[in-house]
């Protein structure tokens, strides 16, 4: 061998290592870093035109938040309140969100279920920085999907979702079909002892094995609130005898939240931002996974007060109460009989009015997605996908115009809502038996020892996350990424950049 030939082996055997200790080289398979193609900031771009532009100015910052019944908590808010100021706009609006980062801690927002371009998707070390004390960022999206959305930091959700920082979206159609339209977002507290977002485990250990696939969480928090506000602090539904509203519930928490209405007083009208289709569902007990959305068509039989309540069974459930009534002034009485049923809905029970599929597809990737829980070496628990805990986890990979088929199987013991974004998939069957109307959606909780499969299309150019929404089993690994071909991030998870 010459010296030449010598000369450019050890180049290139330079190179590699190189490579492979840079930030650009990620073992982990995503493409978070440099390799090819092009960037996420150049794809799915969209333009103004002659759209009207909704433009709204959210302000992270620290408050000091009154719950009810004299609890005070140090809540992290966009704009002053939990939740933070309510975003309503019209199918085809432009929308603008000025971001503001007061806070001494980096943020995002994530504009959860809202299709829109990668680059506006708020998941720090993915598709932007997150935003530092002092500084700013403008999401843009075109509200194209009515429906009911909301929004949260995915900065270090874990813990900054559990401390305020998240608000309501309503992409409203061009002519609303109900006149009275409510947002409800339900959620947990920490006032006692423990510290708000704090996920520890040794409370599971000693007990609370309750078998509903929440042993981990219950133990975590003591108040429950609507809108920010628990017990008698919440308030109440103002409707007359005869009148409809379309109520939309969010669950910005980490546990389930059972919500029992009157009898024969509602329809589920929508599951997360999907129509409901045919009969439409008049069950009378509401199951709202974390993260998960759905919509009912609630009707105030009488003018006497009512009460909407969450499932008196469950753990400082008395915290959680919607009175309706019939004036503004009207005295919420404690005697109102909380109703109890068992005829239960959830994001599974109603088919979608539109499909994503009218047959089941022909995949072109298939991913077998394992969910469970284990433990790291020195670190305790971890949550995992397929045996390995993200940034480790082994992500999907796509190309634009794929038809992706995802067999979620949770052979562990806890509850996991799993959640896509970017995307709609078509949840096409529930332990091997199909649905004869399938349901699309954003989210499918995933109960211990069910197995859901689910179909999407690749129409969305980027890097998405797909990854438990009890924020806590995020934290703890619970992700993984769907990684287009021929893009790449050019951020980098880690440091400032913690997306769970
Ligand atoms: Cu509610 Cu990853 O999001
Ligand atoms: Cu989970």
């Not at 969100?97 to 998707?121: F, S």
């Not at 403008?138 to 270090?156: K, L, M, V």
């Not at 409203?172 to 708000?196: A, C, H, M, R, V």
């Not at 959830?346 to 072109?364: A, C, R």
Request: include cysteine.
């Amino acid at each position: 061998m010459n010296r030449k030939v010598i000369g450019s082996i050890l180049i290139v055997i330079l190179l590699a290592i190189g490579y492979f200790i840079s930030p650009f080289y990620n073992n982990e398979g995503y493409n978070t870093g440099s390799q090819g193609g092009i960037s996420i900031l150049e794809v799915g771009a969209q333009e103004v035109r002659d759209r009207p532009v909704k433009t709204y100015e959210l302000t992270a910052q620290e408050t000091e938040w009154e719950l009810g019944d004299g609890k005070q908590v140090n809540a992290w808010t966009y704009n002053g309140t939990v939740p933070g100021e309510a975003l309503r706009v019209t199918k085809g609006d432009f929308v603008r969100v000025h971001l503001k980062n007061e806070l001494d801690v980096p943020v995002t927002i994530h504009w959860h279920g809202v299709i829109l371009p990668n680059k506006m998707d708020g998941v720090p070390g993915l598709t932007q920085d997150a935003v530092e004390p002092g500084e700013s960022f403008t999401y843009e999206f075109i509200a194209n999907d009515p429906g009911t959305y909301w929004y949260h930091s995915h900065q270090h959700s874990a813990d900054q979702v559990d401390r305020g920082l998240y608000g309501s979206l309503v992409i409203e159609e061009k002519e609303p079909e109900y006149e009275q339209d409510e947002f409800f977002i339900l959620d947990e507290w920490t006032t006692g002892s423990g510290d708000q977002g704090s996920f520890n485990m040794g409370g599971m250990m000693q007990g609370h094995m309750s078998g509903d696939g929440e042993m981990d969480t219950k133990q975590l928090y003591d108040t429950f609130t609507v809108n920010g506000k628990s017990g008698d602090a919440i308030e109440p539904l103002v409707m007359k005898e005869g009148e409809t509203a379309r109520l939309r519930f969010v669950n910005a928490g980490y546990q389930q939240h059972q919500l029992m209405f009157p009898e024969d007083s509602i329809k589920v009208i929508a599951n997360d931002s999907e129509e409901v289709s045919g009969e439409k569902g008049s069950a009378q007990v509401v199951e709202i996974a974390p993260g998960e959305r759905i919509d009912v068509a609630y009707i105030k039989q009488s003018d006497e007060p009512a009460v909407i309540a969450e499932n008196p069974n469950v753990e400082n459930a008395g915290d959680m109460q919607i009175p309706v009534v019939s004036n503004e002034n009207a005295v919420v009485q404690d005697d109102v009989t909380v109703p109890v049923s068992s005829a239960m809905a959830d994001g599974t029970s109603y088919g979608s009015e539109e499909l994503l599929f009218k047959e089941t597809p022909d995949p072109d990737v298939t991913y077998d997605m394992d969910l469970s829980m284990g433990m790291n070496m020195g670190e305790g628990m971890s949550f995992q996908i397929n045996g390995q805990s993200f940034p480790e986890t082994p992500p999907i990979k796509v190309e634009e115009g794929d038809i992706v088929k995802v067999n979620i199987k949770n052979e562990g013991r806890m509850n996991h809502p799993m959640h896509l974004h970017g995307h709609r998939f078509q949840v096409a069957s529930k332990n091997g038996t199909s649905y004869d109307n399938p349901i699309v959606k954003d989210m499918i909780h995933v109960k211990p020892g069910e197995e859901y499969v689910v179909y999407f299309e690749a129409d969305n150019k980027g890097e998405w996350l797909f990854h438990c929404h009890d924020n806590n089993h995020a934290d703890l690994g619970m992700i993984t990424i769907v990684d287009y071909k021929g893009v790449y991030s050019p951020f980098e998870i880690g440091g400032e950049n913690q997306p769970e």
